[in-house]
């Protein structure tokens, strides 16, 4: 899975609580990425990160937070967590948009299944 | 919504037939990505194609682009049972750089 680990692999928690997901890469790439992936939904972006402490919003970030101090670390945070969050959850990296032209090929992780009672 | 749309939902066929998918996007691209997803398991990528390239072949897979259509197709050739995942399409569009918009997938059900 191209040096890409997520953890925990599965979690179970309760409704407002907090947690934290992590996504680790020993491959050096820019960008990395946290989507959730439902039934009926595909695949949809929360947050991404271009590069150390630069992150932007996904389609679906309400609710969600996210860090990057290390370019092999991204943290997804859902700080008081809910029902509708119980999702698959799927770290990707990419090198990103390459100097000769775009190019945007995305390596994903094992995904973490988080059930929220 | 950005997202790309996979047509089929669903596809089932027996081993050694071909199968075709579809994905139909709306806006301008850089490239169109091809990704597998095994149940249980992280996306896969398994073939990009540029806006200015029409066809692109890699092993069993045949990828087609029509940006007048703002449509691709996937076609596996010869299918296996191991074939059996979903497909995603993903589109790299130029108003966004370094973010892929997925499809939700066909489900591809290959049988023996």
């Known amino acids: 899975d191209a040096g890409i680990t997520q953890s925990p692999r599965h979690k179970v928690t309760e409704t407002g609580t907090p947690v934290t997901l992590r996504c680790h890469q020993t491959?050096?790439?820019?960008?990395m990425y946290w989507y959730r992936q439902d039934p009926g939904h595909g695949l949809r972006l929360i947050h991404y990160?271009?590069?150390?402490?630069?992150?932007d919003k996904g389609e679906v970030s309400d609710g969600y937070s996210v860090s990057r101090s290390k370019t092999e670390d991204f943290l997804l945070t859902l700080e008081s967590a809910t029902s509708s969050q119980t999702s698959v959850y799927f770290c990707a990296i990419s090198e990103g948009p390459q100097a000769g032209g775009p190019y945007n090929e995305q390596f994903f992780g094992p995904g973490t299944r988080l059930t929220v009672l | 919504s950005q997202q790309g749309e996979e047509d089929p939902q669903a596809l089932s066929i027996q081993e050694g037939e071909n199968a075709t998918m579809n994905c139909s996007y709306k806006?301008?691209?850089?490239?169109l990505q091809w990704y597998r997803q095994n149940s249980g398991r992280g996306l896969v990528h398994l073939i990009l194609i540029r806006s200015n390239e029409r066809e692109k072949h890699s092993g069993r897979l045949r990828v087609t682009l029509d940006t007048s259509k703002k449509s691709s197709s996937l076609l596996i050739t010869a299918s296996r049972a191991a074939d059996t995942a979903s497909y995603f399409c993903a589109t790299d569009e130029r108003s966004t750089l370094g973010r892929l918009y997925f499809g939700r997938g066909t489900q591809l059900t290959v049988w023996p």
């Open positions: 990160s271009y590069g150390v402490k630069d992150t």
């Open positions: 491959e050096n790439h820019r960008y």
């Open positions: 806006t301008s691209i850089n490239n």
